[in-house]
């Protein structure tokens, strides 16, 4: 359990005080936000007109169509609603690996007294030339992710089986973000599985408390990059030890 709690102050630290790294923090959330905005805004526009199409064409009742037009209304951003909350994280989780890559390499090489470059437009370049490759890992852990989600979300049919499935739905949330550490120092499968058990309690409580934060809407888009940040410097202490 050590250092799960103090590692907060110096993760946020490294966002913070770094103004390419706040622009690696903010980009992606930026990014997906308006992306959702300008799908829905689209969805509920396309949706209306098409809804008010028909019910001028098929309703004679003025009081009718128009308890009609708002019945559909509501249905449309109810499902819009669930769309987001489905997708939302995942989305961001593709759109930010790019970024959260370059981020937790930047704050590796910090901590262990390298050099970090601080011109802005270098990084971004540097940001898209591993882009094909950190997009090719982060799909295979959205692949990995759903399976397990799966798996947790039939797990919790069974009130017994209940703890096991949020158990398996931290650790699978802490894993995602030490990939970032383990692929970039070359890590082979059984050593990465050994630092996952190695350290289960601390991955467990850390797991947890992301997993709160990516429930509360507008704060899971900027959890990605907190959470590389946090593991990262997690990662690294315990590499020193």
Same mark, same amino acid.
């Given at each position: @359990?050590?250092?799960?709690?103090?590692?907060?102050?110096?993760?946020?630290?490294?966002?913070?005080?770094?103004?390419?790294?706040?622009?690696?923090?903010?980009?992606?959330?930026?990014?997906?936000?308006?992306?959702?905005?300008?799908?829905?805004?689209?969805?509920?526009?396309?949706?209306?007109? #098409?809804?008010? @199409?028909?019910?001028?064409?098929?309703?004679?009742?003025?009081?009718?169509?128009? *308890?009609?037009?708002?019945?559909?209304? =509501?249905?449309?951003?109810?499902?819009?609603?669930?769309?987001?909350?489905?997708? *939302?994280?995942?989305?961001?989780?593709?759109?930010?690996?790019? *970024?959260?890559?370059?981020?937790?390499?930047?704050?590796?090489?910090?901590?262990?007294?390298?050099?970090?470059?601080?011109?802005?437009?270098?990084?971004?370049?540097?940001?898209?030339?591993?882009?094909?490759? #950190?997009?090719?890992?982060?799909?295979?852990?959205?692949?990995?992710?759903?399976?397990?989600?799966? *798996?947790?979300?039939?797990?919790?049919?069974?009130?017994?089986?209940?703890?096991?499935?949020?158990?398996?739905?931290?650790?699978?949330?802490?894993?995602?973000?030490?990939?970032?550490?383990?692929?970039?120092?070359?890590?082979?499968? =059984?050593?990465?599985?050994?630092?996952?058990?190695?350290? @289960?309690?601390?991955?467990?409580?850390? =797991?947890? @408390?992301?997993?709160?934060?990516?429930?509360?809407?507008?704060?899971?888009?900027?959890?990605?990059?907190?959470?590389?940040?946090?593991?990262?410097?997690?990662?690294?202490?315990?590499?020193?030890?």
């Amino acid at each position: @359990m050590k250092n799960v709690f103090s590692t907060w102050p110096e993760a946020l630290r490294h966002i913070f005080k770094d103004p390419i790294n706040l622009f690696l923090f903010l980009a992606p959330a930026l990014v997906s936000l308006s992306l959702y905005a300008l799908m829905g805004g689209y969805v509920l526009t396309k949706g209306m007109s #098409t809804a008010e @199409m028909l019910i001028m064409k098929y309703v004679i009742s003025k009081s009718a169509g128009l *308890f009609l037009y708002y019945l559909i209304s =509501g249905l449309l951003m109810f499902l819009f609603f669930l769309l987001v909350n489905w997708t *939302f994280v995942l989305c961001v989780g593709i759109i930010a690996s790019p *970024f959260n890559d370059m981020l937790s390499s930047r704050i590796e090489k910090k901590m262990r007294g390298g050099f970090v470059e601080k011109n802005r437009s270098v990084a971004i370049k540097d940001i898209f030339s591993h882009i094909g490759k #950190t997009l090719k890992n982060e799909l295979k852990k959205i692949a990995v992710i759903v399976v397990f989600t799966l *798996f947790a979300t039939i797990l919790n049919f069974f009130p017994i089986f209940y703890p096991i499935a949020i158990l398996l739905l931290s650790l699978l949330m802490s894993a995602q973000y030490l990939d970032y550490s383990w692929s970039r120092n070359d890590w082979e499968a =059984g050593k990465c599985f050994k630092d996952i058990f190695t350290h @289960m309690p601390s991955n467990i409580v850390s =797991g947890l @408390m992301f997993l709160a934060l990516i429930a509360v809407p507008f704060i899971n888009a900027l959890v990605p990059a907190v959470a590389t940040s946090y593991y990262t410097v997690l990662w690294i202490k315990r590499q020193s030890v």
